[in-house]
T-cell receptor, first 114, second 109 residues
Framework: KAGVTQTPRYLIKTRGQQVTLSCSPISGHRSVSWYQQTPGQGLQFLFEYFSETQRNKGNFPGRFSGRQFSNSRSEMNVSTLELGDSALYLC?????????????FGNGTRLTVT | TQLLEQSPQFLSIQEGENLTVYCNSSSVFSSLQWYRQEPGEGPVLLVTVVTGGEVKKLKRLTFQFGDARKDSSLHITAAQPGDTGLYLCAGSTGNQFYFGTGTSLTVIP
């Protein structure tokens, strides 16, 4: 069974640009969650999607948005990039509600904003 | 502010030594998970504990959930270089998981 796939693995952008990250969950998993990981803050929850609907959202500005497609694949978009957005962005999939079933993480997208 | 505080933040020990990592909070969680993350990879689930006082063993790793379901510990016996990594605890409130600050463990051969 293929794991969670995130693309691209590395991304370098400049301030003010926007970026789209992609996540393909494990086959059969309908929930996709996104996290931001930085050395200072650890893993911070961004949002969770289930059956194309955003079910839960963390405390991030509106520049961070996401969506989920009918095949459960998910994308995350960050607009008007800031230096502080440099981080590892992790996607995790689970069968049902994340709190009731384990999270399976991808290897992340390393975003560097210059 | 972090809902879950882990200690120590960094730990460097010799192969064969024992260690304990702590995960503490003032909040009650319905369940708690432990993950290990290696450089360049995403976190991998080690265990889930759901009952206050529960103890689970995974080979040389022993996990305990506090009686009040506010804290947890991870004990590693006879650490090996393969145990090196970032250990993360994550507590569930029913709506989402909150991750701890992480403990970076280095086991020196």
């Amino acid at each position: 069974k293929a794991g969670v796939t995130q693309t691209p693995r590395y991304l370098i952008k400049t301030r003010g640009q926007q970026v789209t990250l992609s996540c393909s969950p494990i086959s059969g998993h309908r929930s996709v969650s996104w996290y931001q990981q930085t050395p200072g803050q650890g893993l911070q929850f961004l949002f969770e999607y289930f059956s194309e609907t955003q079910r839960n959202k963390g405390n991030f500005p509106g520049r961070f948005s996401g969506r989920q497609f009918s095949n459960s694949r998910s994308e995350m978009n960050v607009s008007t990039l800031e230096l502080g957005d440099s981080a590892l962005y992790l996607c995790a999939s689970s069968l049902a509600r994340p709190v009731n079933s384990p999270l399976h993480f991808g290897n992340g997208t390393r975003l560097t904003v210059t | 502010t972090q809902l879950l505080e882990q200690s120590p933040q960094f730990l460097s020990i010799q192969e064969g030594e024992n260690l304990t990592v702590y995960c503490n909070s003032s909040s009650v969680f319905s369940s708690l998970q432990w993950y290990r993350q290696e450089p360049g990879e995403g976190p991998v689930l080690l265990v889930t504990v759901v009952t206050g006082g529960e103890v689970k063993k995974l080979k040389r790793l022993t996990f305990q959930f506090g009686d009040a379901r506010k804290d947890s510990s991870l004990h590693i016996t006879a650490a090996q270089p393969g145990d090196t990594g970032l250990y993360l605890c994550a507590g569930s409130t029913g709506n989402q998981f909150y991750f701890g600050t992480g403990t970076s463990l280095t086991v020196i051969p």
